[in-house]
Each structure stands twice: as structure tokens, then as C-alpha cells.
């Protein structure tokens, strides 16, 4: 059992350029969502989604989309790079977003814009 | 408007000391708690949460919280410090009035315990 699988985990990218950073989880979860951390900030949500075709905004929308095709993959696209994207990026999933259900997260992808 | 504070950046205690990492909160409606820890170059892993019911909670790895409603803290304890629990720990809540289900993170406390 793989869990919340993130690649690449290390990427740099010039001001401008566009990516995207791949997330998948192999739980069957029907919410997932990413964050990004930056020092002394903790994690802020980007985007998230309750299931697949549905997903919305979260606290820093901006430079950053999404899509949910099927119930294992959320990628996050970056549409053209700004130095302030540099941080670290989390993917996380949940069996239900509801009450007390914990979120599994991936290990990350540490994302340098030059 | 949901937040997490996490008033100690660092906390330091000696092995075998307890410890105590701080976390408080604000939500509209009843809040669902977590606790979860990150070691270096790794993702969040999760160790406890808070549901309805017993204030103390228990965890993994010998830790536990102690959740105080009038208060609105949910701290994070352990009764004897391994040098191998220095990490950092974040503090999380969900709002139940929030149709997002978003986890709202705290900033963060980074735990050193040395030898």
C-alpha cells in the first residue's frame, strides 16, 4: 500500500515556466487537497477536492490549478512560475473530509523558481 | 475566522524530562483536533486526534493531548522526552461549520531534546 505517492521531489524552474507536480493515492479517498509550507507559516491550502470533477479554492488559489479526472490523481499545475511559488508542496488525501477523519501526506516536492 | 496558534517556536527539554508543545484555537462551530508530526525531508504523519469525548487523548509514540473547551487548547504532551522525538510538530483543526472541510494548520513548534 503505496499511500499519497508525490513525484518529482525536487524541481527547479525558471521565472515563467509551467509545470506540473503529480499527485496520486492509492486509498480510494475521496477528499484530497494541497498545501504549501513556507517557514514559520505552517501549511496553507492551495486547492482541494471532495471527489472527482469537483474541486475548489482553498487559502492561496493563485498562479495554481487543478483537476480531479478520476478518484487516485490530483495534479497541480503551475502556470507560469513566480519566485514566490518557491516552497514545499504537500498533497494530502482523506477517506471523508467530515470531523475527525485524519489526512495522509505525501512526502512533499521541494519546488526552487529562479 | 478559523485559526491554529502555536506560541513556542522551539521548545528544548532534556531526555527523559516531560514535555509540552502548545496549541490554540478558534473555530465557529465544534472543532475536530490534530496533532501531527514531520521529520526532516518527509511528510506529515499523523499521531493523535481529538473526538468527542475523553479530554485526554492518546497517541502514537507515548504522546497525548490533553483538549480544554473552555480554554480552546488541545496540548501536546509526553510524560518522558526521547532524543528521537525532536522534529517538528504541527498542531491542525477542523471546523465543523465549514463546508470546505479544509485542516487549518498552526505555525508550527520545533521540539529539541537533547541528550
Known amino acids: 500500500n503505496a499511500g499519497v505517492t508525490q513525484t518529482p521531489k525536487f524541481q527547479v524552474l525558471k521565472t515563467g515556466q509551467s509545470m506540473t507536480l503529480q499527485c496520486a493515492q492509492d486509498m480510494n479517498h475521496e477528499y484530497m487537497s494541497w498545501y504549501r509550507q513556507d517557514p514559520g507559516m505552517g501549511l496553507r491550502l492551495i486547492h482541494y477536492s471532495v471527489g472527482a470533477g469537483i474541486t475548489d479554492q482553498g487559502e492561496v488559489p493563485n498562479g495554481y490549478n487543478v483537476s480531479r479526472s478520476t478518484t487516485e490523481d490530483f495534479p497541480l499545475r503551475l502556470l507560469s512560475a513566480a519566485p514566490s511559488q518557491t516552497s514545499v508542496y504537500f498533497c494530502a488525501s482523506s477517506y471523508r473530509p467530515r470531523g475527525a477523519t485524519e489526512a495522509f501526506f505525501g512526502q512533499g516536492t521541494r519546488l526552487t523558481v529562479v | 475566522a478559523q485559526s491554529v496558534a502555536q506560541p513556542e517556536d522551539q521548545v528544548n527539554v532534556a531526555e527523559g524530562n516531560p514535555l509540552t508543545v502548545k496549541c490554540t484555537y478558534s473555530v465557529s462551530g465544534n472543532p475536530y483536533l490534530f496533532w501531527y508530526v514531520q521529520y526532516p525531508n518527509r511528510g506529515l504523519q499523523f499521531l493523535l486526534k481529538?473526538?468527542?469525548?475523553?479530554?485526554l487523548v492518546k497517541g502514537s509514540y507515548g504522546f497525548e493531548a490533553e483538549f480544554n473547551k473552555s480554554q480552546t487548547s488541545f496540548h501536546l504532551k509526553k510524560p518522558s522526552a526521547l532524543v528521537s522525538d525532536s522534529a517538528l510538530y504541527f498542531c491542525a483543526v477542523r471546523d465543523d461549520q465549514d463546508s470546505s472541510y479544509k485542516l487549518i494548520f498552526g505555525s508550527g513548534t520545533r521540539l529539541l531534546v537533547r541528550p
Open positions: 481529538y473526538i468527542t469525548g475523553d479530554n
